[in-house]
């Protein structure tokens, strides 16, 4: 088991948009073991491959009973609205209120390059599309506005060491 270390804001592998896969080779079976490993750690439910410093486009998921990986995810279809308090462990110690689609379905492939196909509701909706940010380079906190946005960057400029 490899648990590996996250990546965190000011980090520049978290703002550069994640490459497609095409190789599809041991390295990659071990980058996805290790994703899958790291996102297990309690109090995880998403976990992008630039959060442990890979640029590819890779993400896993452990949501109540729903536990897996997407390869070159596309976030197909979305529906709804949910309001719901979102967090980042890449941003440790914040998080705020987020507006996001209450349904969400991504497609991508697995380390066979068959289909993968995965949907949900509430917290998994979240985290789908939670983690389809990521690996385009962005985070939660990019889409806050007013008191939420103002908030959420003084409490990080709080936990800046120095």
Do not use: W
């Amino acid at each position: 088991m490899t648990v590996r270390p996250l990546r965190y804001l000011g980090d520049p592998v978290l703002r550069t948009p994640c490459d497609l896969v095409t190789r599809f080779d041991d390295s990659l079976r071990r980058l996805v073991t290790d994703l899958l490993d790291t996102v297990q750690e309690p109090g995880r439910a998403g976990l992008a491959a630039n959060q442990i410093g890979s640029s590819l486009a890779v993400f896993a998921y452990d949501v109540d009973d729903a536990f897996g990986y997407v390869i070159n995810p596309v976030l197909a279809r979305t529906s709804g609205e949910q309001d719901g308090y979102e967090g980042c462990l890449s941003l440790p110690g914040v998080g705020a209120d987020r507006p996001r689609a209450a349904y969400a379905m991504v497609t991508g492939v697995d380390t066979n390059q068959q289909p993968v196909t995965v949907a949900g509701t509430g917290e998994l909706a979240r985290c789908l599309q939670h983690e389809t940010d990521h690996l385009r380079g962005e985070l939660y906190i990019d889409k806050l506005t007013g008191a939420e946005r103002t908030a959420v960057l003084r409490a990080l400029r709080a936990n800046v060491p120095g």
